[in-house]
């Protein structure tokens, strides 16, 4: 390679990197929703028009990727499992099940997907398998994980769901042996059953 080429390489690369800054970005935010996101990028951006002061809720200074599609189904899909309250009593006032209009206990194995998953109730009322801490339990879909609204009193000011979610009643943390400080979020893999 010639000088004159080997200088023009490196501009390009240069270019590149100043166009796409996220590209040499290793962590953060929105970012990291990204990342998370295997093959399914944001389809907007939610931006508050307020700040609400519980933890976890929206911040009017941040703004929050939506999705419309969940990372492609495989034989095994990895995701991050939440804790989801299915009661009536749940905080932030939420709302019934979307799969049967119903509040459910929390003893029950219940779990709510994020929407490219829930797949427009496709997935409604069918078990799903999930795979953590070494051990196996099934699991029923009751419940949409909003990925494309949030930060309203629908959705208790929370922030719209990553894509990648399942987000489980506490029967399902209990079954899989999760106790204690690991409950909350888990790196866990799930298949159709
Ligand atoms: C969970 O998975 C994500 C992405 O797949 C990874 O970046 C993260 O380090 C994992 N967390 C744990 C605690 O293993």
Not at 49 to 71: F, I, L
Not at 169 to 182: C, F, H, K, N, R
Request: one cysteine or more.
């Amino acid at each position: 390679m010639t000088m004159t080429n080997c200088l023009l390489v490196l501009a390009i690369v240069g270019l590149v990197f100043v166009s796409f800054p996220g590209l040499s970005r290793g962590d953060g935010g929105a970012h990291r929703g990204r990342e998370l996101a295997g093959g399914c990028k944001p389809s907007g951006t939610l931006r508050p028009t307020r700040s609400h002061s519980c933890e976890d809720c929206c911040s009017a200074r941040q703004s929050y990727p939506t999705y419309t599609c969940s990372p492609a189904i495989t034989g095994s899909n990895n995701a991050v499992m939440t804790l989801n309250n299915f009661d009536a009593d749940g905080e932030g006032g939420s709302d019934p099940s979307e799969c049967d209009g119903m509040y459910h206990s929390n003893t029950e194995l219940v779990v709510a997907l994020s929407t490219g998953w829930y797949a427009n109730n496709r997935r409604c009322n069918k078990n799903i398998r999930i795979n953590a801490n070494g051990r196996s339990v099934l699991a029923k879909v009751v419940d949409e994980c909003d990925s494309l609204h949030g930060c309203d009193k629908e959705h208790g000011y929370q922030p719209p769901c990553r894509p990648n979610v399942v987000d489980a009643s506490q029967a399902v943390w209990d079954a899989l042996g999760i106790t204690g400080e690991e409950v909350g979020e888990y790196n866990i893999t799930w298949s159709d059953a």
